[in-house]
T-cell receptor, first 115, second 111 residues
Framework: NAGVMQNPRHLVRRRGQEARLRCSPM?????VYWYRQLPEEGLKFMVY????????ESGMPKERFSAEFPKEGPSILRIQQVVRGDSAAYFC?????????????FGPGTRLTVT | GEDVEQSLFLSVREGDSSVINCTYT??????LYWYKQEPGAGLQLLTY?????DMKQDQRLTVLLNKKDKHLSLRIADTQTGDSAIYFC???????????FGAGTTVTVRA
């Protein structure tokens, strides 16, 4: 049973470019969460999605950031016009619906470097 | 300030026990978690405890919860070099689903 998969693992972008980060949840999981980890800090919640729905995006910056989880395919976190401050590790987690939803399993992360 | 606080570093000798401490501020927290992060890797869910429990043991891991003091600890028995990592404490509040993380404790195991 494959775990949470994220790609790419490393992404380098120049200032002003767009970054697209992908997350495929564990099999059977329909809830996806994105977190951001700045250097030497803990993870900060960004957004929580279920298939075709954004449930909570209270942790997302108001501009340049968007997320989706389509009916088919992976969840995408999109950062437009990246700036140096966007350099961080972005982690996706997934959980199953129902009683086990308190167990969130994390992917390996995408490390974004903005030059 | 942060909702979840941890000491930043812990050094322990191989074979000894490690104790990692965490404090949280929200008494309504329902679930409390410990995650392990090895260099360049994602977070591995080690264990979690419900707020109506005081202790949970899982092989070499023991979690203790003191609700009165809002204090959570993780004890690793017989610490091995493979236990060197960053350990994150996280809480999940009632009626919520997102996790709030501490800054992580870097555990270094020396021979």
């Amino acid at each position: 049973n494959a775990g949470v998969m994220q790609n790419p693992r490393h992404l380098v972008r120049r200032r002003g470019q767009e970054a697209r980060l992908r997350c495929s949840p564990m099999k059977g999981h329909s809830h996806v969460y994105w977190y951001r980890q700045l250097p030497e800090e803990g993870l900060k919640f960004m957004v929580y999605l279920q298939k075709e729905n954004i449930i909570d995006e209270s942790g997302m910056p108001k501009e340049r950031f968007s997320a989706e989880f389509p009916k088919e395919g992976p969840s995408i976190l999109r950062i437009q016009q990246v700036v140096r401050g966007d350099s961080a590790a972005y982690f996706c987690a997934s959980s199953s619906p129902g009683l086990a939803s308190y167990e969130q399993y994390f992917g390996p992360g995408t490390r974004l470097t903005v030059t | 300030g942060e909702d979840v606080e941890q000491s930043l570093f812990l050094s322990v000798r191989e074979g000894d026990s490690s104790v990692i401490n965490c404090t949280y501020t929200d008494s309504s927290s329902t679930y409390l978690y410990w995650y392990k992060q090895e260099p360049g890797a994602g977070l591995q869910l080690l264990t979690y405890i419900f707020s109506n429990m005081d202790m949970k043991q899982d092989q070499r891991l023991t979690v203790l919860l003191n609700k009165k003091d809002k204090h959570l600890s993780l004890r690793i028995a017989d610490t091995q070099t493979g236990d060197s990592a960053i350990y994150f404490c996280a809480e999940r509040k009632s009626n919520d689903y997102k996790l709030s993380f501490g800054a992580g404790t870097t555990v270094t195991v020396r021979a």
